[in-house]
């Protein structure tokens, strides 16, 4: 059963870093992409980046500058780190798994909140 | 950037009855490969996304056949039959043929 499940701070002041977890149970990492996913308040689905199955990354170019996914293959976990928070950075971060044929986003976590505020 | 405009914003089904939901895009999503990158997923209220519709119109394991996907290579459906009180939620359509991975806005359905 796969699963993948979200975790970070919650709070993070303005201009500060963002560090989040995505631990990944039933599926390996060196065989399947993890993209992250963020969804503001109320509001619609906005890709951010995705590390492949041989470590490679791409991000959405509206925030690469800021971004950076990485992973460690021996703790089956993806990090994503984001820089120069701003209140607009609030959402719901989501991690999702490709599977083969069923396109990048088969498996979701549940997302963690994070608010940025001073 | 590839844009997904979605219709209608919002739609109001009896239990029963059917719903269709349009997402246009703004270039063909055809790929090289003759494969047409279209997704379409759920959100129910509090939850994560869930996949529905891979590649325009196959089901996804373990979503009901009253869900059906269709479309050419800009415009594109997606229909409930039979529409369930489970099937409330957001629906979003997503492409993955080039990068920025972007998504439509969202169709919210209802229950009457």
């Known amino acids: 059963q796969v699963q993948l499940k979200e975790s970070g701070p919650g709070l993070v002041q303005p201009s500060q870093t963002l560090s989040l977890t995505c631990t990944v149970s039933?599926?390996?990492?060196?065989?399947?992409?993890v993209s992250w996913i963020r969804q503001p308040p109320g509001k619609g689905l906005e890709w951010m980046g995705v590390i492949w199955s041989n470590g490679g990354t791409d991000y959405n170019s509206a925030i690469k500058s800021r971004l950076s996914i990485s992973r460690d293959t021996s703790k089956s976990q993806v990090f994503l780190k984001m820089n120069s928070l701003q209140t607009e950075d609030t959402a719901m971060y989501f991690c999702?798994?490709?599977?083969f044929g069923y396109g990048p986003f088969a498996y979701w976590g549940q997302g963690t909140l994070v608010t940025v505020s001073s | 950037d590839i844009v997904l405009t979605q219709a209608p914003l919002s739609v109001s089904v009896t239990p029963g009855e059917s719903a269709s939901i349009s997402c246009r895009s703004s270039k063909s999503l055809l790929s090289s490969k003759g494969i047409t990158s279209l997704y379409w997923y759920l959100q129910k209220p509090g939850k994560s996304p869930q996949l529905l519709i891979y590649r325009m119109s196959n089901l996804a394991s373990g979503v009901p056949d009253r869900f059906s996907g269709s479309g050419s290579e800009t415009d594109f459906t997606l229909k409930i039959s039979k529409v369930e009180t489970e099937d409330v939620g957001v629906y979003y359509c997503a492409q993955f043929l080039e990068y920025p991975w972007t998504f439509g806005g969202g169709t919210k359905l209802e229950l009457k």
């Open positions: 039933g599926l390996s990492l060196t065989s399947n992409s």
């Open positions: 999702a798994s490709y599977l």
